[in-house]
């Protein structure tokens, strides 16, 4: 049988029990809402003109904030008609009061007229600042023409600010400019602008500036983000829930004996988990490609869509290993609700940061490497709505600093590269999983992981941890190595620190289920020991200032207390896995990882008071108390070695090979 | 499908036998009873029968084929097995179930279909085909777990505490249904902790004891009941002792314990002879006087047997 009508048939038991019954028709009828939930959502969030929809597309630099549109086009900003009309009455007895020469008795109005403030400053300043002698002639002669009605409006404004609580002083204070920059076209406009409307601001309805391929855009966001929300938390918990009820209830024997394969079995569960949510998506993700399309290219839409797959399909099945594991000792509602802890967090928290990502912030890109679940956030939201897309501020004089570049190539560029990172990390580590899971779902004896996979989804992890921290500006740029801290002593530390709870579910990958009562720190230990000096040595390799102007107990003290958590959490969790403890075990145990961070904690605090070595290297508790430094000496003695004692092997062994 | 086990051992922790030294064959046609005191390695051996386990050591052939890689799917697909358990979805409903499982075994749409709809009807399902699986009693779904096992038509059944929950219509179902299929060639091993439910049923028994088997044919085991005595309880409505004592004296059997039960008495006996003697018997204490109301046997055949070969020691 060819692969095709192979993977049909084994697949068919499976699509079959999802999409049994009614299951279908519902699927088809949650889709078709989502999908007008989208498109109406989509058409809201563009086309509102309320202060929520403004916010959430000034959120996404669609558009400028109000201040800076207000200021850039001298208008003031009415978000409904009442407010619009009351606002035209209040210009029009301010303008009355400009006209008279004395201020109103009229709050409403002085306040309209301090709001003004700001083309008030800029009219003084154009009086007293004159144009440059060097400029084109004819360019020169519409700018004197200019100051001079600045000048004429100035005079008939002065009377009404001396009346003013600011006073005619504050005006020249300038507090935002240093002189008027009659070579910048921006301010020229602005200036021709509040002359044209004689010194007060225009009064203006506020519609959405959306256009057709931002509403695209903002659409195909919406359908974005119910495909991530799908991708990244739905399909992978109706995998990790559905293993988990399989395992409970027992129902996974009977299935393998059917002789369908365990990767058959696994593959179509999987299938038939994603195979319902799959017909709820499918039309989000026609929307998502037809309106990423329209709004910037059908590319960077399906390179969006092809990391969601991707990212999908690893989350579930590391969401598998957990359902098969957890599964196996709680109750089905307690794995799904451990589940859904997990995933739904990460997953909005990361769907944040990849909008945030997607904004030029190259510091942003990095985090990718270690949070799979921001890559997709990110390429959805750069394919949805790609940088420059929008109607962006024109720079306010002054405040350039805080815009936003759209189109920067280079975090552009960068944002790429660790995406194309992230993928083939996240790829690797999803493909481990499922063949441990694979292994452990066929069998209950042999380790999930060989040693040369454990080697490499090490590899692999410790790499992601020293790209995202490593290119972390704040932390590696020059500016921040001062007399109290030297990033380049921290990051190494911290790198590693990442990498050792991936280390030590590693270390459990690999013991033999046979072999739990011959010996796990006799066969495990030595390679977690490896794993511990090959990651030290790959951090320190890497940062070429690690070690420099470090000196020696510091590197001691702290390099040491780092291998100590290493091993200390291996040893740990493989207590976990292999002979978990009663409630009172299971404490000491939680309290003794408390007692590890707060040790890792101190490595971390060793090394990066290296510059100014105000404490005891070995035992900064000590200066504390003498109580606490025991109490550590305490920790860092009985904790491995009572783990060692535990994991002891069993006094008789039998000869299954004879 | 013959299956022989040859030496077979297994160990789950690398420090303990959980059974060892297994050597026993299931011929085509053949109901194997496997029974041991709990411990003893029973679900185990079913597991390895059913290809579940791979044993620690030795060899488990299937038409004298070891299982292999590229084998065990095909062995499988010709394996019914139920463990311990249930095993069932449920929010799906029996026939939902089944139709599920057929597919997992390859059958196609219609044949898949009127499978289900016999199995149904053979395990007595029909009338709950559209009921979920969580509103099934325990014994429907005993059932439907059991049709599961027959779905496709297996050459081997293994079958671990298949009566459990059953109602007694079902338990004498579950005897034809047994008897049915060795009958059309296919090979079946069944345990039950309760022995009388396998009495008449198993061809041979495979009494596990210390993880090791010992297999006793069932129509050849005489020379074990001759060895024994059988235990049987006599109901009469006389209340002289002596005299039942006597007339059983003369059948060279014993009175062991005498109850009195108004208005007469209830003698345990312990009779050695084959059991179609007994009828003499019932005759002597008649025309001795002695009315009997009733003579039936203590423990079933397999109890006794169970009794002499087993010492019961929970491992």
Not at chain 1, 352 to 375: C, D, K, R, Y
Not at chain 1, 481 to 510: C, E, G, K, Q, Y
Not at chain 2, 202 to 229: F, K, M, N, P, Q
Not at chain 2, 262 to 270: E, F, I, M, S, Y
Request: charged share 20%.
């Amino acid at each position: 049988m060819s692969n095709a009508p192979r993977a049909r048939s084994f697949l068919s038991p499976f699509l079959f029990r999802a999409l049994r019954g009614g299951r279908r028709a519902r699927a088809i009828l949650a889709a078709l809402v989502l999908s007008a939930l989208s498109v109406v959502t989509g058409l809201w969030i563009a086309q509102g003109d309320h202060a929520f929809e403004r916010e959430v597309r000034v959120g996404l630099d669609l558009e400028p904030r109000r201040w800076e549109r207000e200021q850039a086009e001298v208008i003031r900003l009415q978000f409904s008609d009442e407010a619009y009309e009351h606002a035209l009455r209040i210009r029009d007895r301010a303008m009355a009061a400009v006209d008279a020469g004395r201020i109103p008795d009229d709050s409403e109005v002085r306040t309209f007229l301090k709001s003004a403030f700001d083309e008030a400053s800029l009219l003084s300043m154009a009086a007293r600042v004159a144009v440059p002698a060097d400029l084109d002639p004819a360019r020169r002669e519409h700018l004197d023409g200019l100051r001079r009605e600045a000048t004429r409006l100035m005079a008939r404004l002065q009377p009404i600010y001396m009346d003013l609580d600011l006073g005619f002083g504050d005006l020249h204070r300038d507090p935002y400019f240093g002189g008027v920059p009659w070579t910048d076209e921006r301010e020229v406009r602005r200036l021709e602008r509040i002359v044209e409307l004689g010194g007060l601001p225009e009064i203006v309805r506020y519609r959405s500036p959306m256009g057709p391929a931002e509403t695209a855009g903002l659409i195909g966001l919406a359908a974005g983000f119910l495909l991530f929300v799908g991708g990244m938390v739905v399909v992978p918990f109706a995998a990790g829930s559905l293993l988990a009820h399989e395992v409970h209830a027992g129902t996974m024997a009977p299935l393998l004996g059917t002789g369908l394969s365990t990767v058959q079995v696994l593959v179509g569960s999987f299938v038939g988990a994603a195979a319902r949510i799959g017909i709820v998506l499918a039309p989000l993700g026609a929307i998502f490609l037809a309106t990423a399309a329209f709004a910037g290219g059908l590319g960077p839409a399906l390179g969006a869509l092809a990391t969601l797959c991707i990212v999908t399909v690893a989350l579930s099945a590391v969401a598998m290993v957990g359902g098969h594991a957890l599964g196996r000792r709680l109750m089905p509602l307690a794995t799904s609700g451990l589940l859904l802890a997990v995933l739904v967090p990460s997953a909005l928290v990361a769907w944040f940061v990849g909008l945030f990502a997607a904004m030029g912030l190259p510091e942003s890109g990095p985090v990718i490497g270690l949070w799979p679940q921001v890559a997709v956030a990110h390429a959805l939201r750069t394919a949805a709505l790609p940088l420059g897309l929008g109607v962006p501020a024109q720079a306010v004089v002054g405040f350039e600093d805080v815009q936003t570049v759209p189109g920067d190539a280079l975090p552009h560029l960068a944002g790429w590269l660790e995406l194309f990172v992230c993928l083939a990390a996240v790829a690797c580590v999803g493909f481990l999983s499922f063949r441990a899971l694979v292994r452990r779902v066929g069998t209950t004896t042999g380790p999930s992981l060989r040693r040369s996979e454990a080697a490499v989804a090490y590899a692999v992890l410790t790499s992601c941890a020293l790209l995202a921290l490593g290119w972390i500006p704040e932390i590696t740029s020059p500016g921040w190595i001062t007399s109290h801290h030297d990033a380049r002593h921290l990051v190494p530390i911290a790198a590693f620190l990442v990498t050792v709870p991936a280390m030590a579910m590693l270390a459990a990958a690999r013991v033999d289920g046979r072999a739990v009562r011959l010996g796990v720190v006799r066969t495990v230990g030595p390679e977690i020991a490896a794993a511990v000096v090959a990651g030290l040595a790959a951090v320190l390799l890497s940062s070429p200032g690690a070690l420099e102007d470090l000196p020696a107990a510091h590197a001691v003290s702290s390099y040491g207390r780092a291998a100590w958590v290493a091993l200390s959490v291996c040893l740990g969790v493989l207590v976990l896995a292999v002979r978990p403890p009663r409630f009172a075990g299971a404490t000491l145990l939680g309290l003794a990882f408390l007692a590890v961070l707060v040790i890792g904690i101190e490595a971390l605090a060793i090394a990066e008071d290296a510059p100014r070595a105000t404490s005891s290297v070995f035992f900064p508790a000590a200066e504390a108390s003498p109580m606490l430094a025991a109490a550590e000496i305490a920790v860092l003695v009985v904790f491995p070695l009572a783990c060692v004692l535990r994991l002891r092997p069993a006094k008789t062994r039998l000869d299954v090979a004879a | 499908m013959r299956i022989e086990l040859e030496d077979v051992c297994k160990t789950y922790d690398g420090c303990r036998w959980v059974v060892r030294d297994l050597r026993f064959a299931v011929d085509p046609g053949r109901i194997v009873g496997l029974i041991g005191p709990n411990g003893a390695g029973k679900s185990t051996t079913l597991r390895m029968l059913a290809t579940q386990l791979a044993p620690s050591r030795g060899t488990i052939r299937y038409d004298g084929v070891p299982p292999s890689e590229r084998t065990l799917g095909e062995i499988r697909r010709r394996i019914g097995f139920l463990g311990d358990g249930h095993a069932l979805y449920p929010d799906m409903t029996p026939r939902e179930y089944l139709e599920f499982f057929g597919r997992c075994f390859g059958l196609d749409g219609d044949a898949c279909r009127r499978a289900v709809e016999e199995t149904l009807e053979t395990f007595a399902l029909s009338g709950k085909a559209d009921t979920p699986t969580a509103a099934l009693s325990k014994g429907m779904r005993q059932r439907l777990s059991l049709a599961r096992c027959f779905l496709h038509a297996p050459e081997v059944l293994v079958v671990d505490e298949p009566a459990d929950g059953l109602d007694p219509r079902g338990r004498i179902d579950l005897r034809r249904i047994l008897r049915a299929a060795a009958d059309g060639g296919a090979s079946v091993v069944v345990s039950s902790h309760i022995l009388r439910e396998l009495d008449g049923l198993c061809d041979e028994v495979v009494i596990l004891r210390d993880g090791r088997a010992e297999v006793i044919d069932v129509a050849r085991s005489s020379s074990v009941h001759a060895a024994s005595a059988s235990r049987y309880r006599l109901r009469t409505t006389t209340v002289e002792p002596e005299r039942v004592a006597a007339v059983a004296q003369a059948h060279d059997a014993l009175v062991s314990e005498v109850i009195e039960a108004a208005p007469g008495l209830r003698v345990r006996l312990l009779w050695r002879r084959r059991e179609a003697d007994l009828a003499d018997l019932v005759a002597d204490l008649v025309a001795a006087g002695v009315p009997v109301c009733g003579l039936e046997r203590e423990a079933s055949e397999l109890e006794e047997l169970y009794d002499v070969v087993a010492d019961d020691r929970v491992r």
